[in-house]
Structures are given as structure tokens and as C-alpha cells.
């Protein structure tokens, strides 16, 4: 099995400073078609997680543009350009390689 | 644009099985074009995948819990389903169901229900 695992496990950040994410896996996630399958995804509090970043390094649909992700095979980094206050909640990578998912175990961001 | 909305029971009893159905609006979840899952969250907890369902019917299951749980589909009610035998207290937990477009990659779960809390108790 794929273990993920995130660092730091808590950023505080302030507001309209840069943040970063990391987030690695135990073996390669790089594709043979080329993509890395690894997605980030934001839970703010008390609501459902959303989508920020797939296949490594895609904005999702309406994701603002200080968000990025970059990395690949097994070190993945996930980056807040400059950090608004909206952007609290606990951030997670997930996996999707070979059909089996893992989330990593969160990190969780406050202002 | 998908919106997915979960229902069950909110209290399950020990030993009995959890049984939940995701509805679906927006599209057709029988479409190539898209997968689903069913992940959950124990209260104060991170994020837990428990398997993923696609057009197919061809379904992946997290190992931890595969003997004990099923997904299928129901596309006459552009549905999806989960069942988990067996369940404990260990068992209880916010229960999201989520999509996304499967291309020839997967693009990320991008819809994602409100959530639903399982309580496994007596």
C-alpha cells in the first residue's frame, strides 16, 4: 500500500504571506501516461472537502490562481502564493494510483 | 455541473449494516465520463477513502474495510450506494459521497455531497 504523509501537520500562516505544503508518497505516483496521480483538496471548517489541485499541478475549476501545486514521482508540494484569510482549514493530498486512493493525514492551516 | 446529495439512517446498531445511497443531478453518473466514491471522517479525524465505483461497475475498495463493504450503482436512479456489514462504534463518521470526471485521467474528485454523520450505537 501507498502511505502518504504531510508536512507540517500545522502552519500558521499570515495573511498575505506565501505558505507551503508538502506531501510525500512511499513509491512513485508518476503514470506510465505520464501524469502524476496526486490531488489536493481544502476542508474549511464544517463544510465538505473541495477539490484545489489535480493531477499534481491543475487548478480545479474556480480555484484562485495564488494556489499551485508542483512535484512528481514522490514529493509534492502544494503553495498559497499570498494567503487570505478564507484559506483556513485543514489541507489533505490524496493519491489515485492503481485504482486504490489514500488521503494523507492533513495539514491544518490557521491564520 | 454535479450535485450529489447522501441519505440513510443516521444511527446504525452494532453489528447490523450501514447502508447509505448517494442521488445524483446534473449528469448521467452511468457516463464514461464520470466515477464516484464514498470516503469518511471519524469525528476530529482526517479523511478516510473507503472505494470507488465506475461506469463500469468495476468497483476498488480501501483493504481495511473490503470484506466487509459494497458499492454498486443504480443508474436507472442515477444513484450510487455503500454498505458496511459489520459495523462498530469504530464505524462512526461523517459519510461524503463524491465525483469526479474520469478522462483519460482522473481529474480529481471535483463534487463532493454535504455530508452525512453514522452513529453506531445501541
Known amino acids: 500500500d501507498i502511505v502518504m504523509t504531510q508536512s507540517p501537520l500545522s502552519l500558521p500562516v499570515t495573511p498575505g504571506e506565501p505558505a507551503s505544503i508538502s506531501c510525500r508518497s512511499s513509491?512513485?505516483?508518476?503514470?506510465?501516461?505520464?501524469?502524476?496521480?496526486l490531488d489536493w483538496y481544502l476542508q474549511k471548517p464544517g463544510q465538505s472537502p473541495q477539490l484545489l489541485i489535480y493531477?499534481?499541478?491543475n487548478r480545479a475549476s474556480g480555484v484562485p490562481d495564488r494556489f499551485s501545486g508542483s512535484g512528481s514521482g514522490t514529493d509534492f508540494t502544494l503553495k498559497i502564493s499570498r494567503v487570505e484569510a478564507e484559506d483556513v482549514g485543514v489541507y489533505y493530498c490524496m493519491h489515485s494510483l492503481r485504482t486504490l486512493f489514500t488521503f494523507g493525514p492533513g495539514t491544518r492551516v490557521d491564520i | 455541473q454535479l450535485q450529489l446529495q447522501e441519505s440513510g439512517p443516521g444511527l446504525v446498531k452494532p453489528s447490523e449494516t450501514l447502508s447509505l445511497t448517494c442521488t445524483v443531478s446534473?449528469?448521467?453518473?452511468?457516463?464514461?465520463?464520470?466515477?464516484c466514491a464514498w470516503i469518511r471522517q471519524p469525528p476530529g479525524k482526517g479523511l478516510e477513502w473507503i472505494g470507488t465505483i465506475y461506469y463500469s461497475g468495476s468497483t476498488y475498495y480501501n483493504p481495511s474495510l473490503k470484506s466487509r463493504v459494497t458499492i454498486s450503482l443504480e443508474t436507472s436512479k442515477n444513484q450510487f450506494s455503500l454498505k458496511l456489514n459489520s459495523v462498530t462504534a469504530a464505524d462512526t463518521a461523517v459519510y461524503y459521497c463524491?465525483?469526479?470526471?474520469?478522462?483519460?485521467?482522473?481529474?480529481?474528485?471535483?463534487?463532493w455531497g454535504q455530508g452525512t454523520l453514522v452513529t453506531v450505537s445501541s
Open positions: 446534473g449528469a448521467s453518473i452511468s457516463s464514461s465520463s464520470y466515477y
Open positions: 513509491q512513485s505516483l508518476l503514470h506510465s501516461n505520464g501524469n502524476d496521480y
Open positions: 493531477l499534481g499541478s
Open positions: 463524491a465525483s469526479g470526471i474520469a478522462a483519460a485521467a482522473l481529474l480529481g474528485l471535483d463534487f
